[in-house]
């Protein structure tokens, strides 16, 4: 999903989350992009007349008012669009204000399933499900004393299963003979590789399907024993990447191997987004090429100054603009999304009246992208991310010069 889809898709997605019905009178009606449509108006129309025995009175008829909206936006549809819709209907509270909506979402993916749901909310689980990163790298980091199975899944990195082993140490204890005492030893070893493989391959294997590649870490010889002894399930064993020297098996051997598997993993957000903050930050400590907070980037913007600009994925504001009405000056505020007080004209002590409302990420991008800036976004969850939205407040650029 890209970028700014997915921003706006989050977005859409929140909102609908906050809204609340009175009862169970919030109609979500989920259509796959291969359902006939004349038969969904047939249920619906059924649905419609079971609804007339509904005793609520308010209830009753907020269900038929939205399922006659929702037939009525069926009749301009002779089939699906090509990954399905969602349809919303309903009076919802939001924001401090009641209202009735019908809407149709078309999303990202195709929807997975048929589905016609009353309540009180409107029911997103499937919709969310399309946010979550579904491409993985298996890793495994493994010495002899232990190993740890995870997973990177976009720019979160998941401990799955950590193993111990029972392998002694390279000294022999008295009384045994060195030959027997490495025997035993080498027993030992193969006894906890296949304990390891048994364990990760259980772990990664559900996720197959979504897995890029999977990647192995720890000293040697430890991980190439592991890799050339094909210990794990075949399937797992053909994802392998390439191995890697790392110094630690635990959690933290984890992070140590996707940070060493840079190179394999460049295209990987959590890498992209490394690469990016560590380039701005560069810019910063040198009082270079770099720029951040909302007035000093929309300024380089109109300079044509900014080469990249950086978004935080959570930045929730709203860019609005107000004119007075007596002496037409003009005020632009930055605030967070929802209900607003106007503000008072400084000059003619009366309220402004609202001319535009804009959401600050959009409006940025749509800037930026008709000086050729690229636009980069960063989710808070990695490190980098959550860096730019906490100490640089979501908005910073790299630029391609700094205007005197």
Not at 45 to 61: G, P
Not at 334 to 350: A, L, M, N
């Amino acid at each position: 999903m890209k970028s700014l889809l997915k921003y706006e898709f989050k977005k859409k997605l929140e909102d609908l989350e906050k809204m609340k019905g009175r009862g169970t009178e919030l109609i979500t009606l989920y259509i796959p992009p291969d359902k006939n449509i004349a038969d969904i108006s047939n249920q619906l129309r059924s649905e419609l007349s079971q609804a007339s025995n509904i005793k609520s009175k308010q209830t009753r008829k907020a269900v038929m008012d939205g399922l006659e909206a929702i037939l009525q936006r069926l009749k301009y549809f002779k089939k699906p669009p090509e990954h399905g819709m969602v349809i919303i209907s309903g009076n919802v509270e939001f924001n401090g204000a009641e209202k009735r909506i019908t809407e149709i979402i078309e999303p990202p993916e195709p929807v997975p399933l048929y589905k016609y749901h009353c309540n009180s909310t409107f029911f997103l689980e499937p919709l969310k499900e399309m946010l979550m990163e579904k491409k993985v790298y298996g890793l495994i980091v493994i010495d002899r004393r232990e190993a740890t199975v995870g997973l990177l899944r976009g720019k979160r990195i998941e401990v799955l299963n950590y193993v111990t082993s029972m392998v002694p140490g390279k000294h022999r204890a008295g009384g045994q003979s060195s030959v027997r005492f490495e025997r035993l030893r080498s027993i030992a070893i193969h006894e906890f590789y296949k304990k390891v493989g048994e364990r990760a391959s259980e772990a990664l294997l559900p996720h197959l399907e979504n897995m890029l590649g999977v990647l192995i870490g720890g000293p040697s010889p430890t991980k190439e024993e592991f890799y050339e002894g094909e210990y794990l399930h075949h399937e797992i064993q053909r994802k392998i990447v390439n191995i890697f020297d790392v110094s630690y098996t635990d959690e933290s051997g984890l992070y140590e191997l996707v940070e060493k598997a840079k190179e394999v993993l460049t295209e990987l957000d959590l890498i992209r987004e490394k690469k990016l903050m560590d380039r701005f930050l560069h810019e910063v400590s040198r009082d270079g090429l770099a720029a951040y907070g909302e007035d000093e980037i929309r300024r380089y913007i109109r300079l044509g100054a900014v080469d990249t600009l950086l978004l935080s994925e959570d930045l929730r504001y709203e860019h609005l603009k107000y004119s007075c009405p007596a002496c037409g000056k003009i005020k632009e505020i930055t605030v967070r999304e929802g209900v607003v007080s106007p503000p008072k004209c400084e000059h003619d002590k009366i309220e402004m009246n609202e001319i535009e409302r804009r959401d600050i990420v959009l409006e940025l991008t749509e800037m930026a992208e008709s000086t050729g800036a690229k636009v980069e976004f960063l989710s808070t969850e990695s490190e980098e991310g959550s860096m730019l939205f906490n100490a640089f407040g979501g908005i910073a650029a790299i630029l391609r010069f700094k205007p005197e």
